[in-house]
T-cell receptor, first 113, second 112 residues
Framework: GESVGLHLPTLSVQEGDNSIINCAYSNSASDYFIWYKQESGKGPQFIIDIRSNMDKRQGQRVTVLLNKTVKHLSLQIAATQPGDSAVYFCAENPVFGNEKLTFGTGTRLTIIP | NAGVTQTPKFQVLKTGQSMTLQCAQD?????MSWYRQDPGMGLRLIHY???????DQGEVPNGYNVSRSTTEDFPLRLLSAAPSQTSVYFC???????????FGPGTRLTVT
């Protein structure tokens, strides 16, 4: 899961296996959640989002699960590839569409060949 | 499309100096934002704009100014650099409130 500490949580996964990255969010009133991928030396890249009226949303090889009861968000990546190695972080927003997102610190995913 | 571009990529300033970080996008996006990214912390919003001529403060606006005279450009000005402004700065844009953000490659700023 994510941490506010200086060192990012890390997750190492064998190539071809599935990855699950977790995020505990803080605001029970948050309405909108986003997962980003950030490769070394690059800007964040949008992966997938979900509104609070949904529990699950699927994209290409990725699935986001939302558990509002325990304020938990997860990102599942199927059949991980070397190109999936990056830092992944979540963001929450109490109001869909406004600019004031709260970002998590991230989890570093390393794919083992 | 070049997407979101930022210049410079790296910059070193002395305390008290001023400078402008440039951000431009060629996607005709209405919304643009500036963030800073520090070790151990999530991205934090500095300033944002929902259209030309409109700007507003984010979470950490002190020490920074912005203006939005065109849709394409959204420069961030550091008025008097301080070591606490050492960070990686990202500019982002999106088409509107219902759309995803696109981030630039970042500017790494060091203030000594």
């Amino acid at each position: 899961g994510e941490s506010v500490g200086l060192h990012l949580p890390t997750l190492s996964v064998q190539e071809g296996d599935n990855s699950i990255i977790n995020c505990a969010y803080s605001n029970s009133a948050s309405d909108y959640f986003i997962w980003y991928k950030q490769e070394s030396g690059k800007g964040p890249q949008f992966i997938i989002d979900i509104r609070s009226n949904m529990d699950k949303r699927q994209g290409q090889r990725v699935t986001v699960l939302l558990n509002k009861t325990v304020k938990h968000l997860s990102l599942q990546i199927a059949a991980t590839q070397p190109g999936d190695s990056a830092v992944y972080f979540c963001a929450e927003n109490p109001v869909f569409g406004n600019e004031k997102l709260t970002f998590g610190t991230g989890t570093r995913l390393t794919i083992i060949p | 499309n070049a997407g979101v571009t930022q210049t410079p990529k790296f910059q070193v300033l002395k305390t008290g100096q001023s400078m402008t970080l440039q951000c431009a996008q060629d996607m005709n996006h209405e919304y643009m934002s500036w963030y800073r990214q520090d070790p151990g912390m999530g991205l934090r919003l500095i300033h944002y704009s929902v259209g030309a001529g409109i700007t507003d403060q984010g979470e950490v606006p002190n020490g920074y100014n912005v203006s939005r005279s065109t849709t394409e450009d959204f420069p961030l000005r550091l008025l008097s650099a301080a070591p606490s402004q050492t960070s990686v700065y990202f500019c982002a844009s999106r088409k509107g409130r219902d759309y995803e953000q696109y981030f630039g490659p970042g500017t790494r700023l060091t203030v000594t």
